[in-house]
């Protein structure tokens, strides 16, 4: 079964940075993207960043200029260093992996989600 474990959330004041982190474990052979989703309080789960496994990168328009998505594919890991934070950036941030092949395939498979809270 593959799974995706999240880390690297917490705290941190505007102008602060983090960086998360997002590993798959499991019996992989390949997975075609990965990305980072947020999603605050009442509102819907939105698109941060995602990178394909040869390096293709979109952002969000708000995230732009202050985040990087970076991606080790050996080990099967993505991350988010973010920079500049700003009280909106506050949120759950989900990881998701897309096309993942192992001993099935699965189409997508999601993280737990790791909380960012920026506060003032």
């Known amino acids: 079964q593959v799974q995706l474990v999240e880390s690297g959330g917490g705290l941190v004041q505007p102008g602060g940075s983090l960086r998360l982190s997002c590993a798959a474990s499991?019996?992989?052979?390949?997975?075609?993207?990965m990305g980072w989703y947020r999603q605050a309080p009442g509102k819907e789960r939105e698109l941060v960043a995602v990178?394909?496994?040869?390096?293709?990168?979109n952002y969000a328009d708000s995230v732009k200029g202050r985040f990087t998505i970076s991606r080790d594919n050996a080990k099967n890991t993505v991350y988010l260093k973010m920079n500049s934070l700003k009280p909106e950036d506050t949120a759950v941030y989900y990881c998701?992996?897309?096309?993942?092949?192992?001993?099935?395939?699965?189409?997508?498979?999601w993280g737990q989600g790791t909380l960012v809270t920026v506060y003032s």
């Open positions: 998701k992996a897309l096309g993942v092949r192992s001993n099935i395939r699965y189409p997508e498979v």
């Open positions: 499991g019996s992989i052979f390949s997975i075609n993207a």
């Open positions: 990178i394909t496994s040869s390096g293709s990168i």
